[in-house]
């Protein structure tokens, strides 16, 4: 009994941290109390195991190294400051204006207020990436109104809670940021990689709002005339936007030959400060060139957008990293809180408290996650997740619906920092065998989490909005009617159509991967390259190369008639033949062994290390032949080096001149025809360019 159990320590260790979850311990508790219970088992069973167990009390001493690696961590430190910032924005009132000024420019349009809270919610999740600041002030502001002007119960507390949980899925969201740290990516890459489909879940928010003002026109009327305080004035705002493009356009043209590729950058930028200062003053001064929806639309607008672009666009841009972006972001809310007056009340001291407490939450957990898992690592946990799931039928395909049902089923009880640090750190090393991009898979488990907000009977998201919705009847301020409350039942099943959206778009990512791959960039086509090389180059470039440094290599003259030896041109290194025998030897005559041929040089012929060349007969002399030297000594490797000594007299007809070998002192000569056998090379005397292609093997399949 006690053998098995060792031997199954880790699906035994994993189902009760389940039933630890179930019963309601708090998430850091029962990671670390089941971590450190089954590392005392483990140590006892150990020598039961048969191997499988890797645990020893020695290993607790590495606990204190573990914890500061996870507090020292700097990825992390954007956690509180992107918190900060979006309590900070919470409280400095850009919330009800965003949503005033966006309401009243869609307000004329059937269904208008549902789509000014999703785009507003896509603003704020885009400055904030705080779940719970967006959907209590969105519940806070928009709801009342969207129930004024008979909105639908079910469609208004649906649409503002699903448009909070944007936060979790468009940079710069606080998922991101975990999911890329148990990952080991970057933030920039995850960023990045989320961003399309984040856009795209929020048209297809906006395109589900369409088509029920098309099945239920009743369910979501334009807001009533008397109630666009702003006026019309649409034809001012298009005027204006047409002018800021054009003044971009016209910036980016005089500003391209001095800036380069930054022009496209700093022209926009200009053109958008130019209008938002010529907002400021039509309103201060009361010209009125713009109409007062054109004024209000730009000056409440470009605030959010600009702090955007200080955050995400630095870090596009690889200005600035993640935690040095969040904090900008902290210090722009702040002066956006500032400059309008918001920062009394005590909004810092609240920040900060709320930010610790977060804060502290996520790195309770966490070191509850590092205990589990060096005991789970222990017990070679991790192998057995991996084996189980790669062992799935389907391939990656079938790795990634399985996958995406756990976590779409775990999603009902725990929330997304329980789920990114207990669940990815098992999936991953499965999904990287298989050979899956890891920034795919991450935000694929982001969009999947998204749906634990968004889950009745859990989901964070309509606790949120059930805490801020009318429990009761209450008397309206502005008509003084007397309305209904928001039943729990109502954004229960208001949130239903949201989650069907988010589990359409887990497919499409899965389906389509290219929506987020576009991180990586544009994919550069290698299979026809041509490189040409000029004709002199380094001693006659690689060939010949260190297969010719028989003689003298440098340059220096070699004995009378042997030609200057050099670095080599692509000639014949490897075991080139030695010189040609006369067409009419003498028989009678002594033969003098060649040296041997060459190696280690260029890529002429299969090469030939240290092997004699055969012996060639030598024309009739009176006197006894002298051997040659050796024509390319480090590849001979049965011959001494001859390192630029001078070269013995030739025993030997010269041979015709070699193509251009070159030396340090000669002409470089790349891409030569190959040396003449049985010379280690020859000065250039001239230059010609010759092209050649390289062929390149196409690129190795991803494991």
Sequence with gaps: MME????????????????????????????????????????ELARLSGGNINLSWNLLQAMPDRLWGLLSNETLLAIPFFTFMGIVLEKSGMAEDLLDTVGQLFGPVRGGLAYAVIIVGALLAATTGVVAASVIAMGLISLPIMLRYGYDRRIASGTIAASGTLAQIIPPSLVLIVLADQLGRSVGDMYKGAMIPGLVLTGFYMAYIFVMTIIRPNSMPALPKEARTLGSGVTSLLVALGLTGALAYALFIWMYPSYGTNADILAPSAAVIVIYVLALLDRTLKT???????????????????????????????????TEGGAMGAVGALILAGAKGRLGGGVIPQALTATTRLSSFVMFILIGARVFSLTFYGVNGHIWVEHLLTSLPGGQYGFLIVVSILVFLLAFFLDFFELAFIIVPLLAPAAESLGIDLIW????????????????????????????APKVPYKDKVTGLMMEPVRTGQIYWGAVPYVCIQLVMVGIVMAFPGLVMHYKGPAIDTSNVEVSFPAGNLGGGLGGGLGGLGGNPFGAPAAPGAAPGGVGGLGNPFGAPAAPAPSQPDAAAPTAP????????????????????????????????????????????DGAPNFGAPAAAPAVPAAPPAPAAGGLRGAPNWGAAPATPGQSGSAATGATTETITVPIPPAPAAN
């Excluded at 600009?306 to 600035?320: D, K, P, Q």
């Excluded at 060459?598 to 012996?615: D, I, W």
């Design 288 to 322: 009125n060139v713009m109409s007062r929806l054109a004024q209000q639309v730009i000056i409440v607008l470009i605030p959010p957008l600009a702090l955007i672009f200080l955050v995400l666009g630095t870090i596009f841009l690889g200005i600035a990293t993640p």
């Design 4 to 43: 098995l159990i060792a031997q199954n320590m880790a699906p035994i260790m994993f189902a009760s941290l389940v039933v630890f979850l179930l019963l309601g311990y708090p998430v850091a508790f029962a990671l670390a109390a089941n971590g450190l219970l089954f590392f005392v088992i483990g140590v």
């Design 441 to 468: 898979f991450g935000v694929l488990l982001g969009v999947n989490m998204q749906t634990s907000f968004m889950h009745p009977p859990f989901g964070f998201s309509l606790f949120f909005l059930r805490s801020v």
């Design 594 to 637: 060649l040296a041997p041929a060459g190696g280690l040089g260029g890529l002429g012929a299969p090469p030939n290390f240290g092997a004699p060349a055969a012996p060639a007969p030598v024309p009739a002399a009176p006197a006894p032949a002298v051997p040659a030297p050796a024509s390319g000594n480090l590849g001979a490797l």
